[in-house]
Every structure is written in C-alpha cells, then in structure tokens.
C-alpha cells in the first residue's frame, strides 16, 4: 500500500472573502456597541449642560424683572439710575460665570466619544 501525500489548500478566494466580510461585520458591530455604550454618556452629559445653561437664562431674566424692580422701588431717591447699572452688573458676572463653565464642559470633551473615535482611528490606521 503506497502513501500519497495530500496537500491541504486554504479555504479559498471566497472563503477568504467569507471570513473578511464575517470579520468586518463583527468589528462595525463592536464599533456600534462602542458608539452606543458612550452614547448614553454623553446624554447625561449634555441634560447637565442644557441645565446650566437654562439656568444662566433664567439669572438673566430674573436679574431684569426683580432687580430692575426693587432698584427703581426703593433706591431711586437715594441712588438714582446708578443702582441699575450696578445691578445689571452683578448680574452680568452671574451670567458669565455660568457661561463659562457650561464652555469649560464642552473643552473638555465631555460631549464627545473619545473611545470610539479611537478604535476608528486605530481601525483607518489598520487598514490603510
């Protein structure tokens, strides 16, 4: 009885192109998953942001309506129109200080996905 050696071949052009297409499907998957897992970060993320802003808003309006009122009502015989001013300016400092800080969340990227944005770098440099 004689020994014929087999060769054993690879899967083959469309295996090849089988297991690409089930690999780059796992990894859009992954990135997906990735993608929505920070998602849910940025919300809460961005309900705070929305909220300090909603509250500069209402300090704005609120610094016009009462102080605007209770100035004129009970300093005007004494200060004249120099206690609006300085109303409107401690007002103002409350508004900017919100302001900034609602910009300092965006600055530090806490809208953003870092993680995700990542993995599709890393993914471009891989394939590239």
Same mark, same amino acid.
């Given at each position: 009885?004689?020994?014929? =050696?087999?060769?054993?071949?690879?899967?083959?052009?469309?295996?090849?192109?089988?297991?690409?297409?089930?690999?780059? #499907?796992? /990894?859009?998957?992954?990135?997906?998953? /990735?993608?929505?897992?920070? /998602?849910?970060?940025?919300?809460?993320?961005?309900?705070?942001?929305?909220?300090?802003? !909603?509250? !500069? @808003?209402?300090?704005?309006?609120? +610094?016009? +309506?009462?102080?605007?009122?209770?100035?004129?009502?009970?300093?005007? =015989? !004494?200060?004249?129109?120099?206690?609006?001013?300085?109303? #409107?300016?401690?007002?103002? @400092?409350?508004?900017?200080?919100?302001?900034?800080?609602?910009?300092?969340?965006?600055?530090?990227?806490?809208? +953003?996905?870092?993680?995700?944005?990542?993995?599709?770098?890393?993914?471009? =440099? +891989? /394939?590239?």
């Amino acid at each position: 009885m004689e020994k014929t =050696d087999t060769v054993v071949h690879g899967p083959g052009l469309m295996g090849g192109i089988s297991g690409l297409a089930k690999n780059l #499907f796992g /990894l859009i998957v992954s990135r997906v998953e /990735l993608a929505a897992l920070e /998602l849910s970060e940025v919300r809460n993320h961005a309900i705070e942001l929305l909220a300090i802003f !909603a509250g !500069a @808003v209402l300090a704005v309006w609120f +610094a016009l +309506a009462y102080g605007t009122a209770t100035i004129v009502a009970l300093a005007w =015989d !004494a200060m004249g129109w120099k206690i609006l001013l300085v109303l #409107f300016l401690v007002f103002l @400092v409350i508004t900017a200080v919100l302001v900034m800080k609602g910009m300092a969340m965006l600055k530090q990227g806490k809208l +953003a996905f870092p993680e995700t944005m990542n993995e599709l770098r890393n993914d471009r =440099d +891989a /394939l590239l």
